[in-house]
């Protein structure tokens, strides 16, 4: 059974469609990328799955649960979360206070929950007490993918994750996102830095004007010439 299964969704803002007919799947334990040029809609599918815009056809399937407009709050119940590429942490609160207010759901111990996270992003450890206003770009991104984790989710969606970015903090964005990875959680992420996300992906899908144009393992679309030089930068 697919962890989820987004079919022949259309929608978008008002009432204009930006997504046509696109599938996406992610089974269990996966990495999967969308990649595409700007304005190909990625960013649209992730919010449409999240319920963050109108699903006008089409359906999206969560644990084989229908989640088709289901509310935000809700789907973080089910067990997804989503971080947005902008204002993805609360500037005036600390780290910790953020890693809080991302346990808001939770009625257990959430104590165990806030050292992994510190395990996995050390940095943060270290400015536990530090707004996170006055963080790096990098360190703020941490932060924001440790407040999703908070709940423990399933599936994590991760919308442009090492955007704005310095090299060396997309690379170790990247590796933690494997980790991440590989302590159970399927990821699908929207990525600009095509290459880099398609090589530690499963699957990556191709968008252009709203609609699937390829999908395949991320290796083979890599390593495909015709996409490679349309959509990868050659």
Known sequence: MPLLKAED?????GG?????????QVEPGQIVSIVGPNGAGKSTVMKAIFGLINVRAGRVLFKDKDITRMRPDLIVRQGMCYVPQEHNVFPSLTVQENLEMGAFVRSDDYWPQIERVYELFPPLKDKYKQLAGHLSGGQRQMVAMGRALMLDPELLLLDEPSAGLSPLFIEQIFERIQEINKMG???LMVEQNAKQALALSHRGYVLVMGSNRHDDTGLNLINNPEIAKMFLGG
Do not use: T
């Open 9 to 13: 969704i259309s929608g978008g803002y």
């Open 16 to 24: 204009v469609d930006i997504l046509h007919a696109v599938n996406i």
């Open 185 to 187: 959680v399927g990821i």
